[in-house]
């Protein structure tokens, strides 16, 4: 079997999941919230990107890219370094920049990219949080 590994600070890693934390296909119609920790171990830069289980494409809502990044304008960080993102039909209130709009009665999935990746990933010493369901 040929293996190939992408160099430590080069290339990208993704993560992926269509479920939260209990194990529940993710619903547009309700809100979550990934915690990253601090320092999340990229040269480059980090996204979450949204998809359509139905089309396998971007999901498709008012937002232009359904997307937060450590690029995102004005993204919200906590006094820790680390990031909460959140999902859900409607941004809550104080993290709009931290927030990717679902549609409701559509199922999506999400996946957290890290662009040139870093030692902490592949060692498995630093794990995003899992996608949480929120009330």
């Given amino acids: ?10 290339g990208s890693q993704y993560a992926w999941t269509a ?21 999340v171990p990229v040269k480059g830069f980090w996204s979450s990107i949204l998809y359509s289980d139905q089309t396998r ?28 993102v959140y999902f859900g039909p409607k941004a809550p209130a104080g993290n709009e920049s931290s927030w ?3 549609e409701p009665g559509k199922g999506w ?5 890290l662009y040139s990746p870093l030692e902490p990933w592949f060692d498995k010493t630093w794990r995003p949080g899992e996608i949480e369901l929120q009330p």
């Fill in 1 to 10: 079997h040929l293996v190939v590994l992408a160099p430590v600070g080069r």
């Fill in 19 to 39: 479920r939260d934390s209990k194990g529940d296909p993710l619903d547009g119609g309700k809100n979550y919230k990934l915690h990253l920790p601090p320092n």
């Fill in 57 to 84: 494409s971007m999901l498709q809502t008012d937002q232009h890219f359904p997307s937060v990044s450590s690029q995102t304008k004005g993204l919200r960080v906590n006094a820790d370094g680390s990031v909460d």
């Fill in 100 to 102: 990717a709009q679902t």
């Fill in 109 to 113: 999935n999400v996946v957290l990219r």
